[in-house]
């Protein structure tokens, strides 16, 4: 069976699955979709949220970036996993007792004040769309292969398919549809790494594969790899920094309370059962994103090596691999690079008109790659392409490719549509209903709900065509977001009694305005193209080295001291707030969160 | 009642604080600051910090979810605080 057919094949049946499985749920309950968590055991609602919040970041973007960044790229492992440690021990069982289902309600009630949740819809709208320009760009990756058009043609079609997706709506609440979701996302992910790390070491396990010894050679991977890589003037493998260890500290720090703050991960501990069960799920819903996280690394020094060998045919004979005639005849190169080229995300020019592919760092000043006739890198590799190229490369059966389409298919759409869900209901139900019209009618609110979402998606598809960045690298950003503005001011209300309404809402300005300072600076305003103004801060990075995309960690720092000095010279919350939030500390007498949103 | 509201509080962040100390030595630490030192020994074919970076501190935060979940349902019980 050809490969296109089988690709077909798999994304359609996983799409039947998910629609028969919502279907299905739906006749048996009546419960309204926001309460999808509750009554569920808190291992089904695990890996319902570890579905919900891997997303064509984790899935399709994460290892490819790992993969050229080596050592460095644990940022993300690290950052998007020890998030989970916060949310359990600092806000997840303290929000459930709570008992609100958004989080700008929780800061219209702890924060007494109707411009509090309105600052916190501000954050949670900056956030989220920054979040969809990622995911887009992973859904452009993903159509645009699979479908044989350019990337550009892949973004558009996606857009069609989310929204619509979206605005069938209620699926995504549905806990056993995501539980589907899930397992085929993570079969779709580890069984080509299974076979990947077979292949290549002989352990069958990753994990374990990634620490082992080549095939047939007396040397460990990572060692070669080592070898490989810096013989091509990149830096080694396992000790690359991303720019500077402080920046990889401070990256860390900014994922890691970007996690604990971002509203549509928070949203699903709001209604497990008990507070007790909040606390296990966020246990549980770390092992089933941890089976993908401790996957990751495998993949990516896999792919690394595999590409390397198979662009540079010496990798596998140890003959020098900077040399004259060195690199793959480009005629002799195979299928997959072809079937990329179309999508234009891998391409390649003859600088030195040798017919052959060199593939190296070209900004290395190592007088070996003149010598050899070398002038210049000859392939670009977008790097949003390697996990889905990964089984293509490692030339696995075609049902392997065409499971990692699926796979990539579902991340990107269930988080995607997620976020436009949480969109709407901000848009039209926090905000507008809440704050501005509150007579307004259920049939306009799910009106401006389905308006916010259409706009909120041709946005970020536009964005998505000129994006700030690689998928991760762009998810990254709304993290640094809600780390700087959301986390804090959750925190420090479940934290310190003597919080008050103009510390909160002053700390999370200061803390929004100072990092979108900082990172429109380097991507333009907004993030449209051509708005920089890196001349008005002294150049990239020029805060100790820290990367736009690290800087939300210093933003929720001056978040934190704001609304700390600012909370001193006000007058504190009343008697009762300070009461609410005794009673927020102790479990006893949760009681079940209502339907009513 | 006063002073075991103020108890439990206390024996709430003294766990959330041990919980949060090692999940910053295992990551910050040992995945980052001492990565280049650690790098020196190898675990299998892995190179220790690099292993802290891309794999062990995964591990490790599992548990610490876990055991924090376990022990502060002990501390729930012994204030008779906890969920009936």
């Known amino acids: ?32 979709f926001y309460v ?34 080596g050592y460095g790229g644990g940022l993300f492992l690290m950052g998007w996993t020890g998030g989970y ?73 996606g857009m069609a398919i989310v929204f619509s997706y979206a605005v069938f709506g209620g699926m995504k609440g549905i806990t056993y549809t995501q539980v589907a979701q899930y397992c085929v996302l993570i079969s779709a992910y580890t069984i080509p790494a299974i076979f990947i790390s077979f292949q290549l070491t002989g352990v ?20 070669k790899l080592n070898q490989v890589v810096t013989e091509l003037g990149f830096g080694e493998y396992t000790t690359a920094l991303p720019g500077s260890r402080l920046n990889m500290f401070v990256y860390t720090i900014s994922l890691m309370i970007g996690t604990a703050g971002l ?88 600088k030195n008109n040798d017919g052959k592919i060199q593939y190296y760092n070209d900004k290395s000043t190592d007088p070996k790659f003149a010598a050899a006739g070398w002038q210049g890198n000859e392939l670009t590799v977008n790097r949003d392409i390697i996990v889905l190229a990964n089984p293509e490369i490692a030339l696995l059966p075609n049902w392997v490719i065409a499971l990692v389409a699926a796979g990539g298919v579902a991340a990107a759409l269930s988080t995607a549509a997620g976020l436009l869900l949480a969109i709407s209901s901000a848009v039209s139900h926090d905000l507008l209903k809440k704050i501005f019209i509150p007579d307004m009618s259920e049939k306009n609110e799910l009106l401006t709900g389905k308006i916010s979402m259409a ?140 339907g009513a949103h | 009642m006063e002073d075991q509201a103020k108890a439990y509080w206390f024996a709430t962040l003294k766990l959330i604080g041990g919980i949060l100390v090692v999940w910053a030595i295992v990551s910050y630490g040992f995945g980052i600051l001492l990565a280049p030192a650690l790098n020196n020994i190898s675990l299998g074919g892995y190179p220790f910090g690099f292993w802290w970076a891309q794999q062990g501190s995964i591990y490790v935060f599992i548990a610490l979810i876990f055991v924090y979940a376990k022990m502060q349902g002990k501390i729930d019980v012994k204030f008779n605080v906890n969920e009936e």
């Open chain 1, 1 to 32: 069976m050809s490969l296109t057919f089988l690709t077909y094949l798999f994304v359609g049946a996983s799409f039947a699955l998910y629609i028969g499985i919502a279907v299905w749920a739906r006749a048996g309950s009546t419960s309204d």
């Open chain 1, 263 to 350: 509203p549509h991960v928070i949203i699903r501990f709001f209604t497990v059962p008990t507070v007790a069960d909040a606390r296990y799920s966020a246990g549980w819903a770390l092992v089933f994103i941890a089976i993908l996280y401790t996957t990751a690394p495998g993949v990516a020094a896999m792919a690394r090596y595999n590409l390397h060998a198979t662009v540079s045919p010496e990798v596998l004979t140890s003959a020098p691999l900077v040399a004259e005639g060195a690199g793959l005849v480009y005629e002799d190169r195979p299928e997959w690079m072809k079937r990329w080229e179309v999508t234009g995300l891998l391409a390649w020019t003859d």
């Open chain 1, 204 to 223: 069958p396990i990753p994990q374990l594969g990634l620490g082992a010894s080549l095939v047939g050679e007396d040397i460990t991977l990572l060692t």
């Open chain 1, 36 to 69: 999808a968590g509750g009554g569920v055991h808190p291992v089904i609602n695990g890996m319902a949220t570890a579905a919900d919040w891997m997303s064509a970041a984790s899935f399709i973007s994460m290892a490819g970036l790992i993969a050229y960044m």
């Open chain 1, 455 to 594: 706009l909120a998606i041709v946005l970020a598809g536009y964005l998505g065509l000129n994006p700030p960045g690689f998928a991760a690298g762009t998810v990254a950003l709304a993290f640094g977001i809600a780390a700087c503005s959301i986390f804090p001011a959750l925190m420090m209300g479940i934290f310190n009694k003597n919080m008050c309404k103009y510390g909160a809402i002053s700390g999370m300005a200061v803390g929004l305005f100072v990092t979108l300072f900082y990172v429109f600076a380097h991507k333009g305003i907004f993030f449209f193209k051509g708005t920089e103004y890196l001349g008005l801060i002294g150049g990239a990075n020029s805060f100790f080295g820290i990367t736009p995309e690290a800087f939300g960690a210093i933003g929720a720092g001056l978040n934190f001291l704001t609304a700390y000095i600012v909370s001193k010279v006000t007058p504190p919350p009343p008697e009762h707030i300070q009461e609410m939030v005794e009673n927020v500390r102790t479990p006893r007498g949760s009681s079940a969160v209502s």
């Open chain 1, 85 to 157: 440690v916060l949310m359990a021990t600092l806000l997840a069982p303290y929000l459930r007792k709570f008992g609100r289902f958004t989080v700008p309600a929780f800061f219209a009630d702890r924060y007494y004040s109707k411009s509090a949740a309105g600052m916190a819809v501000i954050c949670l709208l900056v956030a989220s769309l920054t979040y969809i320009i990622g995911q887009m760009t992973g859904v452009g990756v993903t159509f645009a292969r699979f479908l044989g058009v350019t990337n550009e043609m892949g973004i558009y079609l």
